[in-house]
T-cell receptor, first 112, second 117 residues
Framework: QKEVEQDPGPLSVPEGAIVSLNCTYS??????FMWYRQYSRKGPELLMY????GNKEDGRFTAQVDKSSKYISLFIRDSQPSDSATYLC????????????FGTGTKLQVIP | EAGVTQFPSHSVIEKGQTVTLRCDPI?????LYWYRRVMGKEIKFLLH????????ESGMPNNRFLAERTGGTYSTLKVQPAELEDSGVYFC???????????????FGPGTRLTVL
């Protein structure tokens, strides 16, 4: 069983829609939860991170973590064509360095 | 400020040959990480340097892979001899400092796409 499970998609939505991206995980040691965005032929770019459970909002993006269910989500409001990319969830345990474990990524296409 | 750079962007080699990938982290970043993404799979951790020292190399697949970071600046990842299953995208990332209980943003390079024929 993979430590992090993520639906690969692809996910296609109309411009302006609310997008929900999700991951589940099995390792209880994970404390930091991240979402990366990756455009084609580019490296992953950190969008948001949260520590432990709770919500975090940044503009049109909201990250949610439910440690009791081992479930994390990223919501994108008012989606734009420029949001079209692959979104990767990632996690790491607490500690002095961060070995990041990634999901496989969900490919999102926002149609104008 | 320049981001993480990787060279080459793409390498095509034959099975049994040697390839060396290079990563230049963001200036001043002590932490340097190597990751690999094999086709259809998730990005996987290979190893982590703190300055010139290997902090964690638990993700290195086998002894055909050798990573170095001389002087704590740029890093190289050598694959010798390359096998078909080594094909994939190799990412390098760097971060500033790590303290217990704190995470630092890892900035990723664009990756090197390695194809072994």
């Amino acid at each position: 069983q993979k430590e992090v499970e993520q639906d690969p998609g692809p996910l296609s939505v109309p411009e302006g829609a609310i997008v929900s991206l999700n991951c589940t995980y099995s390792n209880s040691a994970f404390q930091y939860f991240m979402w990366y965005r990756q455009y084609s032929r580019k490296g992953p770019e950190l969008l948001m991170y949260t520590y432990s459970s709770g919500n975090k909002e940044d503009g049109r993006f909201t990250a949610q973590v439910d440690k009791s269910s081992k479930y994390i989500s990223l919501f994108i409001r008012d989606s734009q064509p420029s949001d079209s990319a692959t979104y990767l969830c990632a996690m790491s345990p607490s500690g002095g360095y961060q070995k990041v474990t990634f999901g496989t990524g969900t490919k999102l296409q926002v149609i104008p | 400020e320049a981001g993480v750079t990787q060279f080459p962007s793409h390498s095509v080699i034959e099975k049994g040959q040697t390839v060396t990938l290079r990563c230049d982290p963001i200036s001043g970043h002590d932490n340097l990480y190597w990751y690999r993404r094999v086709m259809g799979k998730e990005i996987k951790f290979l190893l982590h340097f703190v300055k010139e020292s290997k902090q964690d190399e638990s993700g290195m697949p086998n002894n055909r892979f050798l990573a170095e970071r001389t002087g704590g600046t740029y890093s190289t990842l050598k694959v010798q001899p390359a096998e078909l299953e080594d094909s994939g995208v190799y990412f390098c990332a760097s971060s500033q400092e790590s303290y217990r209980g704190w995470t630092d943003t890892q900035y990723f390079g664009p990756g090197t796409r390695l194809t072994v024929l």
